[in-house]
């Protein structure tokens, strides 16, 4: 499945993501690559409670990368 993160770094320097397809879904890491690893396991967690808890699962999103040679 495929869901959209988004990345900030704050005034420490720690990487925050966040996933606003999964409410309150959100981890952090001292790089990206670690903050990504920490939210995809945060993701895996948070689908794996709602299917436990027979929620449902919000759609997997599909994306394209469109140049535009402006």
Do not use: W
Request: proline letters at 6%; charged letters at 30%.
């Amino acid at each position: 499945m495929n869901f959209r993160i988004q990345i900030k770094q704050d005034e420490d320097g720690i990487f925050i993501a966040e996933c606003s397809s999964l409410p309150g879904c959100i981890s952090q890491g001292k790089t990206r690559e670690k903050t990504i690893s920490n939210i995809q396991d945060a993701m895996k967690g948070y689908l794996e409670s709602l299917k436990k808890h027979n929620e449902p699962v919000p759609p997997s999103i599909e994306e394209e990368l469109v140049e535009v040679n402006a």
